[in-house]
């Protein structure tokens, strides 16, 4: 059984950084962010292959976001933080040992926190 929980969510000014943690119990293969803003599909931010240097992100947040793990953590180190990354922001998983980084379909992750709100004001 695998178990997420998410922190670090808060408002910031545009420009500004943040990281986001997410308490992972249980084995996994891929980690994932993704984010959602009310009345808009949930759209993949980063996936990580686990134990292993496998990343990929999607094109809105290259270069700012950084996903990263540690011990049974998962982290998204936001930087230069603009107003349409403003969503609420969810760790997932997959436990299927064939899962790949750049599936950043939600339907690949069948395990899901309860996301952490991230409001960004210009």
């Known amino acids: 059984q695998v178990h997420l929980r998410e922190s670090g969510g808060a408002s910031v000014q545009a420009g500004g950084s943040l990281r986001l943690s997410c308490e992972v119990s249980?084995?996994?293969?891929?980690l994932a962010w993704f984010r959602q803003v009310p009345g808009k599909e949930r759209e993949g931010v980063a996936v990580?292959?686990?134990?292993?240097?496998s990343k990929h992100y999607a094109d809105s947040v290259k270069d700012r976001f950084s996903i990263f793990e540690d011990k049974d953590m998962l982290y998204l180190q936001m930087n230069s933080l603009k107003p349409e990354d403003s969503a609420m922001y969810y760790c997932?998983?997959?436990?299927?040992?064939?899962?790949?980084?750049?599936?950043?379909?939600?339907?690949?992750?069948?395990?899901w926190g309860q996301g952490t709100q991230v409001t960004v004001s210009s």
């Open positions: 990580i292959r686990t134990r292993g240097s």
């Open positions: 249980g084995y996994t293969f891929c």
């Open positions: 997932a998983a997959s436990r299927d040992w064939q899962c790949t980084v750049v599936e950043m379909n939600q339907n690949a992750f069948p395990i």
